[in-house]
């Protein structure tokens, strides 16, 4: 018989999202579960070794490692039971269906919060199966949780921040980054990040793109290609590089089987990373009672996960009847602060595509 647990809040997640919305439910006074299929806390943030930008009340500055230490702690303290090495496997109603090692067991709460993040794109092209050809996150990986190499000579696919950031992480582990490329005409993640690379010699071509990648049972070179503005490839261009690992980074998408299975409206956006689950400005989704906050709402970054799952936290606490104006207030504050957050000229766009997933939730609701 599977051990049955009940709890007010249970949150799905433990990374910024997952852990401040936990932490934000139990200060309203909430009894809350928080289940995370790793054996450490902090989602993404544990391979984060670089400081973070974005803004102070963000924790912009420091580590996202210590982070995700710091906001451990304050659930910890405040009291947020921890269920590491547990992974949701199910969602059933109020239930949620969970497996720890070869146990299994249910928790039934009166509000669930999923902050179950995102998972790496990939890429198809010829010989893309071929040992040596990964995500980016997986390279950052090897070489931040576990201290491994993942090979000596890389080329990197995708100048967003994600690429950007993990190629310096490469070089500063001590492998050579040939090149990185960019099928877009220019770079997508900050000119800081960009810049780094730039100074240590490693060439950032924009407008080209992978061709073919070969090897005899691992990967031993790749073929890429300058691409015009249709995204074409352009014969006679062809440069052919010796590389053991080609690491992708080119976008990711919101992990939201959990949110499907509970029978959540969906709609597609392509900034906000591909599917996400209609959701109203406090993070509550058209299934009453299931709210999400961080990368399944929308892809964006940690700070914006932090914000969201605050949010979703005080909103989650409302819903169970706990917590008063003061909340409410707070919940104000929070919004106001996530809007911030997306003013930057990356942040438009994902406000417009954020905003528009909210009138679609209002729009569901009205037909409810
Ligand atoms: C290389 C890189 C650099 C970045 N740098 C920055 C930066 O400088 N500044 C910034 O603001 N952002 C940065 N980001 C983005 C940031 O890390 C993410 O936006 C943020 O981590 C999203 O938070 P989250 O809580 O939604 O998801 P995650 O951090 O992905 O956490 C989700 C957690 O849920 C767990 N989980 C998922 N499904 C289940 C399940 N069914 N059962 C149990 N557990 C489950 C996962 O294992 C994971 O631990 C960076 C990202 C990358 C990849």
């Not at 400081?51 to 912009?60: D, E, L, M, Q, T």
């Not at 009291?79 to 109020?94: D, H, M, N, P, R």
């Not at 996960?305 to 104006?325: H, I, K, P, Y």
Request: glycine share 12%; hydrophobic share 45%; aromatic share 4%.
């Amino acid at each position: 018989m599977a051990r049955a647990e009940v709890t007010d809040v249970a949150v799905v997640g433990g990374g910024p999202a997952g852990l401040a919305a936990a932490l934000a439910a139990r200060q309203a006074g909430c009894g809350v579960v928080l289940v995370d299929e790793n054996r450490t806390l902090g989602g993404q943030l544990r391979k984060q070794i670089h400081k973070f930008f974005g803004s102070r009340v963000h924790r912009a500055g420091i580590r996202g490692i210590r982070i995700a230490k710091e906001l451990e702690d304050a659930c910890l303290e405040a009291g947020v039971k921890i269920w590491t090495e547990t992974v949701a496997y199910g969602i059933f109603g109020s239930t949620l269906g969970l497996m720890r090692g070869r146990n299994s067991l249910t928790l039934t709460a009166k509000a669930i919060i999923l902050a179950t993040g995102a998972s790496e794109n990939a890429l198809a092209f010829p010989g893309c199966t071929l040992p040596g050809v990964m995500g980016a996150g997986a390279a950052q990986t090897f070489i931040n949780l576990h201290r491994v190499l993942p090979g000596r000579r890389i080329l990197t696919v995708g100048a967003g921040n994600v690429g950007l950031i993990v190629s310096y992480q490469l070089l500063q582990a001590g492998a050579e980054v040939v090149a990185l490329v960019e099928a877009a005409p220019r770079i997508g993640g900050y000119a800081v990040h960009a810049a780094k690379l730039e100074r240590s010699g490693v060439p950032i071509w924009t407008s080209h793109s992978v061709l073919e990648a070969r090897g005899d049972g691992e990967l031993s070179e790749v073929t890429v290609v300058a691409v015009d503005n249709h995204f074409q490839n352009i014969p006679g261009t062809e440069r052919t590089l010796e590389v053991d690992t080609i690491c992708l980074a080119v976008g990711l998408t919101p992990l939201t089987e959990l949110a499907w299975q509970a029978g959540c409206q969906f709609a597609y956006s392509g900034p906000l990373g591909g599917h996400v689950p209609l959701h109203s400005a406090d993070m509550e989704t058209t299934v009453p009672g299931l709210f999400v906050a961080g990368d399944i709402s929308g892809v964006e970054e940690a700070s914006t996960a932090l914000e969201e799952g605050s949010l979703a936290g005080m909103s989650a606490a409302l819903f169970v009847g706990v917590g008063d104006r003061k909340l409410e207030a707070k919940r104000v504050e929070s919004r106001e602060r996530l809007a911030q957050l997306r003013s930057g000229p990356f942040g438009t766009v994902l406000q417009q595509a954020q905003d528009s997933i909210v009138r679609e939730w209002a729009r569901c609701g009205r037909e409810r």
